[in-house]
Structures are given as structure tokens and as C-alpha cells.
């Protein structure tokens, strides 16, 4: 089906391109101008995919007749979308976990041997672990910051002592009691930030279950979350000297 196309407006002063048109339906912008069809110039191009193309126009144009106002609209993405992002990000990934518990731990088949034994499980050859490792054997850097009751819930310890695995693959695993991660003016949510340019926050349901996966890239919405990971690393500890405060003669 035909897209419903308005035309916004050209800077051309003979009816050709450049010029911009704006999907009364999905919001999208359309730009035409000039292709851009050098191999030396698409080489640059960040994120080019094999079907895109490109064009080149004057900064006027957009200016001019591009949206001034924005129109945030939820983004949502598969878990698969999200599973991918882990293997294609460029130089870091970082985690906030603020919840009491999540549903899928106790799905783990390590979890009851926590119950159990108190100690989690390492895996290191799952496709998590082994991924991972890959990333941050390559340079990337990948760290989380734990939020953590006082006292702790028995999801948070299992957590606590799976860190061995999360630090035993490079991972910067750090936590925090959630007084302090409070007094730091944390907020309540769970997120990923891949390369401090897209935020992917992870939606749950009142029982603890994984829900779906909300992507930002607007960049002062980026940047504010960029800012709670500082200040989450600034006030937290390692996730070892963190668990010597739970058992000090441990």
C-alpha cells in the first residue's frame, strides 16, 4: 500500500530536489536530495545497512522544513531485537537492577541449587557467559550496578553470588544497599546502555516478569540516563567487598 505523503516544503528555487515529505501515518520524514554513491563516502557512513541509501542536502533544508517539535512515541523491540544488541555494540554495555526479585531467575536451574547449597552455580560455557567474555576480551567494557535491600531479598542474594560468574567473564559487577542507591536519586527502573547513544529499558509486571523492551535514542534522554550510570558507579562497590559486608567472617 501506497504511503500518504505531505509535502512539507523545498528550498529549490525551480520545483527540483532537495526537498522533504512527512508519512501522515507512521510520523516518519522523507528526504530527497542528491545520492550519495562513492564507495569512499558510504564507507563513513555509520550504520549503513545493505539495503539503505543516502542523500546529501543543504542544512537549510532541514532547518527549514524538517519537524521542529517533538513527538515522543513509545518504541518497543523483540527480545530477540535485545538479544542482538549484545553482540553488536561497539565499546560498552552497562546494567542498573533495581527490583526484589525477577520470575526468570527462579526458572534458572541454578536457582534451587542456590537454595539449597547457598551458592549459585557457575556456567561460564553458556551462550551468555561465552559472549561476553568474547566482548570483553576484545576491550569492550561491561559492568552492572546491583541494587540491594537491607536486608537482602533471597532473588537479590542469588544474584549476589552468580556476580563470581558475571566478574569471571570481565563484567564490572558492583552493588549498593538501596538507602544509598535512594540517596543518590536512582531511579526505580532497569536499563541497558549500549555505547551511551541507546538506552533499552526493561519493562516488568507486577509478578516479577520479564515484559518487553522499550528503546530511547533521543540524546538528552540518553544523556540523562548516562548520568544515573555515573552516579551508580560512583556510590556503589564491588560486588565482593559488597557480599564481605553480608558475612564479614566469611
Given at each position: 500500500m501506497a504511503r500518504r505523503l505531505r509535502f512539507n516544503g523545498t528550498d529549490s528555487k525551480n520545483?527540483?530536489?532537495?526537498?522533504?515529505?512527512?508519512?501522515?501515518?507512521?510520523g516518519e520524514i522523507i528526504v530527497q536530495g542528491t545520492p550519495v554513491t562513492d564507495p569512499?563516502?558510504?564507507r563513513q557512513l555509520q550504520h549503513f545497512g545493505p539495503?539503505?541509501?543516502?542523500?546529501?542536502?543543504?542544512?537549510?533544508?532541514?532547518?527549514?522544513?524538517?519537524?521542529?517539535?517533538?513527538?515522543?512515541?513509545?518504541?518497543?523491540?523483540s527480545?530477540?531485537?535485545?538479544?542482538?544488541?549484545?553482540?553488536?555494540?561497539?565499546?560498552?554495555?552497562?546494567?542498573?537492577?533495581?527490583r526484589r526479585g525477577y520470575a526468570s531467575d527462579k526458572e534458572d536451574l541454578g536457582y534451587e541449587e542456590f537454595v539449597q547449597t547457598g551458592q549459585a552455580p557457575m556456567d561460564?560455557?553458556?551462550?551468555?557467559?561465552?559472549?561476553i567474555r568474547r566482548q570483553t576480551s576484545a576491550g569492550k567494557y561491561v559492568g552492572r550496578v546491583r541494587v540491594v535491600d537491607?536486608?537482602?531479598?533471597?532473588?537479590?542474594?542469588?544474584?549476589?553470588?552468580?556476580a563470581r560468574c558475571n566478574a569471571a567473564t570481565g563484567e564490572d559487577a558492583r552493588n549498593l544497599w538501596r538507602q544509598d542507591a535512594e540517596q543518590a536519586h536512582l531511579p526505580a527502573e532497569d536499563f541497558w546502555i549500549f555505547d551511551s547513544r541507546l538506552v533499552a529499558v526493561l519493562r516488568f509486571d507486577d509478578q516479577d516478569v520479564f515484559?518487553?523492551?522499550?528503546?530511547?535514542?533521543?540524546p538528552a534522554e540518553v544523556l540523562?540516563?548516562?548520568?544515573?550510570?555515573?552516579?551508580?558507579v560512583h556510590a556503589s562497590i564491588p560486588y565482593d567487598q559488597f557480599a564481605a559486608q553480608l558475612n564479614p567472617k566469611g
Open positions: 520545483g527540483a530536489c532537495p526537498a522533504v515529505h512527512q508519512d501522515l501515518d507512521s569512499n563516502d558510504l539495503g539503505d541509501a543516502a542523500v546529501a542536502v543543504p542544512r537549510e533544508l532541514l532547518v527549514n522544513h524538517g519537524p521542529k517539535e517533538m513527538e515522543r512515541v513509545t518504541k518497543l523491540i527480545l530477540e531485537e535485545f538479544g542482538r544488541l549484545f553482540h553488536n555494540f561497539e565499546h560498552s554495555a552497562w546494567h542498573l537492577e533495581t561460564l560455557d553458556s551462550e551468555w557467559c561465552t559472549n537491607n536486608p537482602p531479598t533471597e532473588g537479590q542474594l542469588f544474584l549476589l553470588s552468580y515484559h518487553d523492551v522499550q528503546v530511547i535514542t533521543e540523562r540516563y548516562c548520568q544515573v550510570r555515573d552516579a551508580a
